[in-house]
């Protein structure tokens, strides 16, 4: 994908989705919010919803009936692992090359939604950092931790974990 604005490549995405057969069901702008904006397209098989919050765009895909779940999650289930933080062209490109595979998936709601829910939770425990076995669908008591020094360490080893990962 050519280096463009995040706006200009979303209304070309916007195009290329509804060329592909896509019909927008919503689309709701605020001006009020920060130039918050959603839309929302459907297909046969999937449904896309773009959303631009305080000037940062978040692609996600629903299984039409499903859930709603991210490019992460996505990459995840089909196995074609993206890194952490996907910028919106990146996002973008995936579903491009994606799009049937995604599709495909789709198809088969019961087992895609199990494989999106697990990798969704994958997510998010590595990016609360939480300890392996804990049941983040359970409620929890967060307690910080006592003194700033703790804090800054367990800043320091995540993002010496987040740094090692790169590289590999």
């Known amino acids: 994908m050519t280096d463009r604005h995040p706006d200009e490549a979303i209304e070309a995405f916007v ?3 509804m ?3 896509y019909k927008i069901r919503r689309d709701e702008f605020s001006e009020r919010d ?3 904006w959603l839309r929302e397209l459907a297909g046969q098989e999937i449904a896309f919803r773009i959303v631009r919050e305080r000037f940062n765009w978040y692609i996600e895909i629903a299984p039409i009936g499903g859930g709603w779940y991210g490019i992460q999650e996505w990459s995840s289930c ?6 952490d933080g996907v910028e919106v062209s990146r996002a973008i490109d995936f579903v491009k090359e994606n799009l049937g595979r995604i599709q495909a998936a789709a198809r088969n709601p019961t087992s895609i939604e199990s494989c999106l829910r697990q990798a969704h939770q994958r997510l998010i425990t590595a ?3 939480v300890p392996p076995g804990v049941d983040l669908s359970l409620p ?3 307690r910080p931790p006592i003194n700033a020094a703790a804090i800054r360490r367990q800043a320091a080893e995540r993002l010496a974990r987040q ?4 590289r590999t």
Do not use: T
């Open 78 to 83: 089909l196995r074609r692992n993206l890194d």
């Open 19 to 21: 060329g592909a057969g």
């Open 34 to 36: 920060f130039g918050n």
């Open 15 to 17: 195009a290329w989705l």
């Open 140 to 142: 929890a008591v967060l």
């Open 163 to 166: 740094r090692k990962k790169k």
């Open 127 to 129: 990016q609360l950092d």
